[in-house]
């Protein structure tokens, strides 16, 4: 065919006008290649092998990151009965309720995307203040980055969904970050040792598109789409990226527009 794209699958070469690439933002697991990894002595998996808490009942578990996903999976962990739950934090996140006065957060939101970035950082932490109190007592200090601000890079907040009060009641334990591994030990950044006897490492995932379009220059040092839904790269004509754009409405409310947009660049392309 004249112009267009040859995709390469793992059945067959398929010629084709337009391409749309929307195989999620959160595609990879990314496991940090912490030095000691592979000789620890218990277990470790990534937050994307966990499923039930059983396995864990009257064990020692150490989850890596607090976020949604580590937050949420420490959390079932201990109403489980994990003997301990430890939390390692890196970078304190910004917390968030999933509703707010019985309105969904992702209403409030689209509220905050639309007011100055330092504005709406600081309301984020006056409501984070006010919904879950000084955590800092209980190991968990502001965050440096602003809910609007990490928003921009691309970085959720985390939706609590009883951690904190786990964490209050002192069910959940917040610890440094992990910088390694030594047979059974786990080395935080404080230089103390612990003995977990499984780690679930909450640490999020990466895009995965380089292999399939990162020698096109269409993707920035993190791996994301420097253009999506109905943008066009200068050299990567006729190729779409939908799902990859984020803000403090979430990330759903955008790939019906970005659709659309895709939608009509390509019918504005074939008349």
């Known amino acids: 065919m004249d112009g267009g794209w040859r995709v390469e699958t ?14 999620g933002f959160d595609h990879d697991p990314d496991l940090p290649d912490w030095p000691g990894r592979d000789g620890f002595g218990g277990e470790l998996i990534h937050s994307s092998a966990y499923r039930t808490p059983e396995p864990y009942r009257g064990h020692d578990v150490l989850v890596v990151g607090p976020n949604t ?6 959390a079932l962990l201990s109403r489980g009965g994990a003997s ?42 006056l409501s984070q203040r006010s919904l879950f109190g000084n955590l800092e007592r209980y190991g968990l200090p502001r965050s440096p980055i602003g809910i609007a601000t990490s928003s921009r890079r691309q970085r959720a907040p985390a939706y609590d969904s009883g951690f904190v009060g786990l ?9 440094a970050a992990v910088v390694g591994f030594d047979s059974n030990d786990v080395l935080l950044a ?8 499984a780690v679930i490492a909450a640490t ?7 292999p399939l379009v990162g020698h096109l220059g ?21 190729l779409f990226f939908n799902g990859y754009r984020s803000d403090l409405s979430g990330q759903l409310r955008l790939m019906r527009p970005d659709a659309r947009s895709i939608a009509r660049a390509v019918r504005k392309q074939r008349s």
């Open 190 to 197: 404080d230089e103390t040792r612990i003995q977990p006897d």
């Open 204 to 210: 999020g995932y990466r895009r995965g598109l380089e």
């Open 167 to 175: 964490l209050k009641a002192g069910r959940i334990e917040m610890v």
């Open 69 to 74: 996903t580590g937050s949420e999976v420490a």
């Open 10 to 23: 793992d059945r067959r070469d398929l010629q084709a006008h337009f391409v749309v690439i929307a195989t």
């Open 218 to 238: 269409v993707l920035n040092e993190e791996g994301v789409p420097l253009v999506s839904g109905g943008d066009q790269h200068p050299s990567a004509r006729g």
């Open 84 to 125: 301990r739950v430890r939390v390692a934090c890196r970078t304190p996140p910004n917390l968030t309720a999933r509703k707010i006065l019985g309105t969904s957060v992702n209403i409030h939101g689209l509220a905050l995307e639309r007011l100055p970035l330092r504005v709406a950082d600081q309301i984020g932490w």
